[in-house]
C-alpha cells in the first residue's frame, strides 16, 4: 500500500515533534590529553568511573526525577572508535564549527574534553564541557572547569561538573514555564553546589554562582514570577 504525500507529511511531522520533545540527556566523553603516563591514564580512568557513578547518584540526591524525567536519563556515552577506544577531540571536533555541528547532529547534551595535570603532586582534571545552545542570557557555548581529584571533590557531586550538568539542562532552550518550579529547584541546588566550591576554588566558583543566579533572574522574567 502507497502513503499518500499528505500522510507521509504527517508523520515526519510527528516524528520531529517527538524528537524535539525528548530532552538532551547524553554526555559524549571524548579522551582527554596528557595522558601518555601510567599514572596520568590511570587518573582519567579513575575520573571516567567516578563521572559515570556519580550521574544516578545526581538524581537520587536532587530528587526532581518526576518532574524534570531528564535527570533520570543522564548518562556518560563514550566516543570510541573501531578498537573500541576513546577517540580524540581532533578526530570529530576540532574546531568550534565541528563541534557545534557534532553537537546538533547527535543530540548530546554537552561535549567532554579535557587534559589531566598534576601540579605539587596535587592530580586533577581539566575539562572544557561543550553544552552548546542554550537559552538567554546565555551566550558563551562552553566553559573551563577543574576538578581536584581529592577526596574533597573527586566523588562527591558538589563539584564543577555536576553544577555545569545542572546549568545545561536548566537552560535547554525547549524548557518553558510550564516547568517553572522545578527548573527553580534545580538552579537552587546548581546554586548550592556552587557556593560549596566557592570555599576552596574561589573563581571557579564565583563564576558558575553569578550563572546560575543570572538564569534564575531570566526565567522569573520570562514567567513573570
Known amino acids: 500500500m502507497r502513503l499518500s504525500a499528505g500522510v507521509i507529511y504527517l508523520l515526519l511531522l510527528l516524528f520531529a515533534a517527538a524528537a524535539a520533545a525528548q530532552q538532551?540527556?547524553?554526555?559524549?566523553?571524548?579522551?582527554?590529553?596528557?595522558?601518555?603516563?601510567?599514572?596520568?591514564?590511570?587518573?582519567?580512568?579513575?575520573f571516567r568511573y567516578v563521572l559515570e557513578e556519580k550521574m544516578p547518584?545526581?538524581?537520587?540526591?536532587?530528587?526532581?526525577?518526576?518532574?524534570?524525567?531528564v535527570l533520570k536519563a543522564i548518562r556518560i556515552v563514550p566516543v570510541t572508535g573501531d578498537n573500541n577506544q576513546l577517540r580524540r577531540p581532533s578526530e570529530l571536533i576540532g574546531n568550534l564549527q565541528l563541534r557545534q555541528r557534532y553537537w546538533h547532529d547527535v543530540g548530546a547534551l554537552a561535549l567532554l574534553t579535557g587534559v589531566v595535570d598534576v601540579q605539587a603532586n596535587v592530580p586533577s582534571i581539566h575539562t572544557t564541557l561543550y553544552w552548546g545552545k542554550l537559552k538567554p542570557p546565555v551566550v558563551q557555548e562552553m566553559?573551563?572547569?577543574?576538578?581536584?581529584?581529592?577526596?574533597?571533590?573527586?566523588?562527591?557531586?558538589?563539584?564543577?561538573?555536576?553544577?555545569?550538568?545542572?546549568?545545561?539542562?536548566?537552560?535547554?532552550?525547549?524548557?518553558?514555564?510550564?516547568?517553572?518550579?522545578?527548573?527553580?529547584?534545580?538552579?537552587?541546588?546548581a546554586l548550592k553546589r556552587a557556593k560549596a566550591i566557592s570555599t576552596q576554588q574561589p573563581q571557579l566558583g564565583s563564576e558558575l554562582e553569578q550563572k546560575i543566579e543570572q538564569s534564575i533572574l531570566a526565567l522569573k522574567a520570562e514567567c513573570n514570577r
Open 24 to 46: 538532551r540527556a547524553d554526555l559524549h566523553l571524548f579522551q582527554y590529553g596528557l595522558t601518555t603516563t601510567e599514572q596520568r591514564a590511570a587518573l582519567f580512568e579513575d
Open 57 to 69: 547518584r545526581l538524581s537520587d540526591e536532587l530528587a526532581l526525577g518526576e518532574a524534570l524525567p
Open 143 to 189: 566553559i573551563d572547569i577543574e576538578l581536584p581529584l581529592t577526596g574533597n571533590y573527586f566523588d562527591t557531586t558538589f563539584d564543577s561538573h555536576s553544577v555545569a550538568i545542572l546549568y545545561a539542562i536548566a537552560n535547554q532552550p525547549d524548557v518553558g514555564c510550564s516547568k517553572f518550579t522545578a527548573i527553580i529547584a534545580l538552579l537552587s541546588e
